[in-house]
């Protein structure tokens, strides 16, 4: 059993243990199984494994427990879609994904629960009137969004280049300070999770 990883159309071949299985000009980035059990470790060496392969090019990371059964079996996972994952790759070409949740800080985490249903509307056009005026300075930054779902006032993904990270987290740190009651929290670059659908097999 082999799991896949990774797809590119980079033509340079991984580090071992990782091969590259060619189908119609892509490659299925593949490595040996490992335990069947889903550990945070094992999560934690794979997403290593991954930002270290995205340092040199370009990805759509596989679904993590996508196992086949042999090298036909990765490239036939990806025959009849290489137009398909080919677009898919020219939209995250060259960018990142980065992470933005913010939540009211502690001390403004449990407002006097709603008298009335007018109250409780109030509320929640202003939770939302908070998360659109995070969200949309941050997705001007980026060639595409994704908001998540959660508890958070905002969770999303962003797809940034690689060249304007450091841009995108000025802006969160002058969002940061212009809503000093929210706590806002960026992470990554992490690869293209977000914006990757349908890489898995």
Same mark, same amino acid.
């Given at each position: 059993m082999i799991e896949l990883i990774a797809i590119t159309d980079d033509p340079a071949a991984p580090a071992p243990p990782l091969r590259a299985v060619r189908s119609g000009g #892509?490659?299925?980035?593949?490595?040996?199984a $490992?335990? /069947?059990?889903?550990?945070?470790?094992? #999560?934690?060496?794979?997403e290593a494994l991954l930002e270290s392969l995205m340092e040199d090019r370009d990805l759509l990371p596989v679904r993590y427990g996508t196992r086949v059964a042999d090298e036909r079996a990765a490239a036939a996972a990806v025959?009849?879609? %290489? %137009?398909?994952?080919?677009a898919? #790759?020219?939209?995250?070409?060259?960018?990142? $994904?980065? =992470?933005?949740? /913010?939540?009211?800080? $502690?001390?403004? /985490? =449990?407002?006097?629960a =709603?008298?009335?249903?007018? $109250?409780?509307?109030?509320?929640?056009l202003g939770r939302s009137r908070a998360a659109v005026a995070l969200h949309e300075p941050l997705a001007a930054l980026a060639r595409a969004s994704a908001i998540q779902p959660g508890d958070e006032l905002l969770r999303a993904a962003y797809l940034v280049?690689?060249? /304007?990270?450091?841009?995108f987290a000025d802006r969160v740190g002058e969002l940061q300070r212009a809503h000093p009651q929210l706590a806002l929290v960026c992470t990554g670059p992490w690869p293209p999770y977000s914006f990757a659908e349908g890489a898995g097999a």
């Open positions: #892509l490659a299925v980035l593949c490595a040996p $490992e335990d /069947a059990v889903v550990t945070p470790a094992a #999560l934690w060496r794979r025959a009849g879609r %290489g %137009g398909e994952l080919r898919r #790759l020219e939209r995250v070409r060259g960018a990142v $994904e980065l =992470a933005v949740r /913010a939540r009211p800080r $502690e001390t403004e /985490a =449990a407002p006097p =709603a008298r009335s249903g007018r $109250e409780y509307l109030a509320a929640r280049d690689r060249t /304007a990270v450091a841009a």
